[in-house]
């Protein structure tokens, strides 16, 4: 079966870096994306990897090892508005976007 | 604005009895989505449409129908719901698939919550 794995809860503290681990197993590959989604709003896109390497978008970034099924999150300079559940997400050979279960992120000040 | 827009946002209703969920973009996307969100089980997707006449399976698609007759529309029918289909269901768009990222960026729209009784 097709799965995608990521921690359930990261704790991290204002100011700081975390990263939010995903590795995948899917029935091929075409790429790895992030969503954020605060309670009761939608999920909304952060960041997308078609090809190994890091991609930067402000103070986020993603990674991704395709050869390793891999990839994480990087968030820098947390601010509590960061507090939020993190997706990574896989399409699939099927056009299916495959999503792992959430890592929920707890920022303290 | 560009938006997805999904009607009705909060429905309870009783088991057995049709009910359709839309969900429309005005992004000229080719393609949509529906997923639902359960608690500890991230989003699972329900059916796909690549584009207009062409539909998907998802992981879960048992007890939901769809058709794409116009891009910009994607409803969801539950033909005959059941208490396990109370959950909390999202649409979703995107120009396309396998391309760079604003290809891949998918756009929700704010969600409906459905409890069936």
């Known amino acids: 079966g097709q799965s995608l794995e990521q921690p359930s809860e990261v704790t991290a503290v204002e100011g700081a870096i975390v990263q939010i681990n995903c590795t995948y197993q899917?029935?091929?590959?075409?790429?790895l994306s992030w969503y954020q989604q605060h309670d009761g709003g939608a999920p909304t896109f952060l960041s997308y990897?078609?090809l190994d390497g890091l991609e930067e978008t402000g103070r986020f970034s993603s990674f991704l090892s395709r050869s390793d099924s891999y990839g994480y999150l990087l968030l820098q300079e947390l601010q509590m508005k960061d507090s939020a559940s993190y997706f990574c997400?896989?399409?699939?050979?099927?056009?299916?976007?495959?999503w792992g279960a959430g890592t929920k992120l707890i920022i303290k000040p | 604005e560009a938006q997805v827009t999904q009607n009705p946002r909060y429905l309870i209703t009783v088991t057995g009895k049709k009910l359709t969920v839309t969900c429309s973009q005005n992004?000229?996307?080719?393609?949509m989505s529906w997923y639902r969100q359960d608690p500890g089980l991230g989003l699972r997707q329900i059916y796909y449409?690549?584009?207009?006449?062409?539909?998907d399976k998802g992981d879960v698609p048992e007890g939901y129908k769809v058709s794409r007759k116009e891009k910009r529309n994607f409803p969801l029918i539950l033909e005959s719901p059941s208490p396990n289909q109370t959950s909390l269901y999202f649409c979703?768009?995107?120009?396309?698939?396998?391309?760079?990222?604003?290809?891949?960026?998918?756009?929700f729209g704010p969600g409906t919550r459905l409890l069936v009784l």
């Open positions: 899917t029935s091929g590959f075409y790429g």
């Open positions: 992004m000229n996307h080719e393609y």
């Open positions: 449409s690549m584009n207009v006449e062409v539909t």
């Open positions: 990897n078609g």
């Open positions: 979703a768009s995107s120009l396309s698939v396998l391309g760079d990222r604003n290809v891949e960026t998918q756009y």
């Open positions: 997400a896989v399409r699939d050979s099927n056009y299916q976007l495959i």
